[in-house]
């Protein structure tokens, strides 16, 4: 499908995002009985789930529940919508880890879809003895060029309320994450280019492709999974992404260059 709007996705893609969300929500309700079930069950660790821009925590709420049927400690960010870095956003999320990491006495891993997904990355680098690890949803933070979001200009409507502002590249020379990172991305995706979501490769990050939505990432069953096989491994150990072989056609090879960041693949 040939990119009609700068060098984001394509245009049927970005245009279809909202119908295709819908058809991801159904799919996850008609799977809902066999899948929730046989996700890999969680040890009670706390979970902090930040939401994307212009998003609050009723967007998560369906991850959110999946992950509480698991055992884990789920929390919203409380924040509100999300605008942006604003000073109340700055501060609420590191107060917000500073409480969960102080009340339960253990690292907390975070989920963060989209802009929160790089929200999460920022916070695992500023206090990583809080941080379990960081799984993202979808979240841009290899953005080199505004247009290949087509939440760009959404995003500087806002720029007069954000305290803090980054240059491109997003994570320009910077070292990867203290903790162990996942970024679950579709090459689908209608709202960032794919390839934004990459990761470097490294011994504890990786990429999982799922065939999704940008706005059905929080509720496709494949992320879903993906999301709680990574929560699931046992506190300080890590190993590499395998979907059970019955699911594999969900988890799609990446058709990647060689030269691209590692990315985990299903097979």
């Not at 899948?35 to 994307?52: A, C, I």
């Not at 799984?135 to 760009?152: K, M, W």
């Not at 999982?208 to 300080?236: K, N, T, Y």
Request: hydrophobic content about 40%; some cysteine; glycine content about 8%.
């Amino acid at each position: 499908m040939a990119r009609l709007w700068g060098d984001g996705p394509a245009i049927p893609l970005y245009l279809t995002e909202p119908g295709r969300a819908a058809a991801d929500l159904g799919l996850y309700l008609a799977a809902r009985p066999a899948l929730v079930p046989r996700l890999p069950q969680g040890d009670g660790h706390p979970v902090l789930v930040l939401p994307g821009l212009l998003a609050d925590d009723a967007s998560t709420r369906v991850l959110r529940s999946v992950l509480r049927r698991l055992g884990y400690r789920v929390h919203g960010w409380r924040l509100g919508r999300n605008v942006g870095p604003t000073a109340r956003c700055v501060q609420g999320m590191r107060d917000r880890i500073d409480d969960l990491s102080d009340r339960y006495g253990r690292p907390v891993s975070l989920v963060g879809w989209s802009l929160g997904g790089i929200f999460a990355r920022d916070l695992a680098r500023r206090t990583p003895d809080s941080v379990r690890q960081v799984v993202t949803l979808g979240s841009p933070f290899r953005l080199t060029r505004h247009s290949q979001s087509h939440a760009s200009r959404v995003f500087d409507r806002y720029s007069h309320l954000h305290v803090e502002h980054r240059e491109l590249p997003l994570e320009r020379d910077r070292a990867p994450l203290p903790v162990p990172a996942t970024s679950i991305y579709s090459h689908l995706d209608g709202i960032v280019h794919w390839r934004t979501c990459l990761d470097t490769p490294g011994e504890r990050c990786e990429n999982i492709a799922v065939l999704a939505s940008h706005l059905g990432l929080g509720h496709h069953p494949a992320a879903l999974w993906a999301v709680a096989d990574r929560l699931a491994q046992p506190e300080g150990t890590w190993a590499p992404f395998r979907p059970p072989l019955v699911l594999r056609p969900a988890f799609p090879r990446p058709d990647v260059p060689a030269t691209a960041p590692r990315t985990v693949a299903a097979a």
